[in-house]
């Protein structure tokens, strides 16, 4: 079992950017790919992006462009770098390890996630 904390959120103009951060408590981190979800006020949870042990990444198309997810296998550590923010990308923003990139179910309990707020 993973405990995930995940930090870096925060209030951001329009166009503006943000990093995200997820820390993982164990080396078994290594293994597993990632992914970062987010959940809207009233939405359904989704995946947009991920990123397997070995660094390939795929994105929704929601995001492909402005946002690069990234990993460090020693810090046991992954990033969600996010540009050219959108109103629409206000949500709380979760990691976790997905079962499968065509599904939002995932391998280990929910950390708090951290919110993003895009807004004038």
Excluded: H
């Excluded at 951060?21 to 991920?50: D, H």
């Excluded at 397997?52 to 990444?57: A, D, H, Q, R, V």
């Excluded at 929601?62 to 969600?80: A, M, P, Q």
């Amino acid at each position: 079992q993973l405990q995930l904390v995940e930090s870096g959120g925060g209030l951001v103009q329009p166009g503006g950017s943000l990093r995200l951060s997820c820390a993982a408590s164990g080396s078994i981190f290594r293994i597993y790919a990632m992914g970062w979800y987010r959940q809207a006020p009233g939405k359904q949870r989704e995946l947009v992006a991920t990123i397997t042990s070995g660094g390939i990444t795929n994105y929704a198309d929601s995001v492909k462009g402005r946002f690069t997810i990234s990993r460090d296998n020693i810090k046991y550590e992954v990033y969600l770098q996010m540009n050219s923010l959108k109103p629409e990308d206000t949500a709380v923003y979760y990691c976790n390890a997905p079962v499968d990139i065509s599904t939002v179910q995932a391998i280990f309990s929910w950390g708090q996630g951290t919110q993003v707020t895009v807004s004038s």
